[in-house]
């Protein structure tokens, strides 16, 4: 079958749409962000689904869990401490950290 140039030209605009619109990012959220909170202590989260599955402070596990989601932020955390993650880019993230205890801290974080 062949298509004439007409039909070509008139799809080569969704096409470029669909390039654009973030609702045809592979990803989402989904990965491993890693940086350093304060600039000195690493910090690891790995995201599937759109769901926080794994949280580590220093190289060491925490629990935690999901609280809100959507395209922009993740909020997540324990009675003791939450951690928002506001998105920058499609590999950079900015966390807060933010504890009654502990005060607050941010970390810039990439996705791998």
């Given amino acids: 079958?062949?298509?004439?140039?007409?039909a070509v030209l008139a799809t080569l605009p969704m096409i470029s749409l669909a390039?654009?619109?973030p609702?045809?990012?592979a990803s989402g959220w989904d990965g491993t962000w890693t940086g350093l909170w304060g600039g000195a202590d690493e910090t690891s989260i790995t995201i599937v689904d759109d769901k926080v599955v794994a949280y580590a402070f220093k190289g060491t596990p925490r629990p935690v869990?999901?609280?809100s989601v959507d395209e922009s932020k993740i909020v997540f955390g324990t009675s003791a401490f939450t951690i928002?993650?506001?998105r920058l880019g499609e590999t950079s993230a900015r966390a807060e950290f933010a504890s009654d205890a502990m005060g607050?801290?941010?970390a810039d974080l990439t996705r791998r």
């Fill in 1 to 6: 079958m062949m298509l004439s140039r007409r």
């Fill in 19 to 21: 390039w654009t619109n």
């Fill in 23 to 25: 609702g045809f990012a």
């Fill in 65 to 67: 869990e999901t609280r």
């Fill in 84 to 86: 928002t993650l506001t």
């Fill in 104 to 106: 607050k801290t941010l």
